[in-house]
Nanobody, 115 residues
């Protein structure tokens, strides 16, 4: 069983920054990949950033240059540093882990960007 717990969401003004954290219940190096997704009201969940076990990273085009995904293997935690946030990025942000071909999700953390 895998448990993922997100934290760090909140209310921020446009142009501001937030750092999200995702703490896993087991070594994150056991996961094929971990990622951050977001879902805005009335929209589909979309990939924001992803890091593989080997350290390869990819980002959604819309966040390149502003968001950074990173990890601390000693803390079994993955982070998402979000800078220059935009109101349209208001959403619930979810942590995801791919483990033995199964997807695991956290409960989500709300990010609200005011204009």
């Amino acid at each position: 069983q895998v448990q993922l717990v997100e934290s760090g969401g909140g209310l921020v003004q446009a142009g501001g920054s937030l750092r999200l954290s995702c703490a896993a219940s087991r070594s994150i190096l056991m996961f094929s990949a971990m990622g951050w997704y977001r879902q805005a009201p009335g929209k589909q969940r979309e990939l924001v950033a992803r890091i593989t076990r080997g350290g390869s990273i990819n980002y959604a085009d819309s966040v390149k240059g502003r968001f950074t995904i990173s990890r601390d293997t000693a803390k079994n935690t993955v982070y998402l540093q979000m800078n220059s946030l935009k109101p349209e990025e208001t959403a619930v942000y979810y942590c995801n882990a791919l483990f033995l071909s199964n997807d695991y999700w956290g409960q989500g953390t709300q990010v609200t960007v005011s204009s």
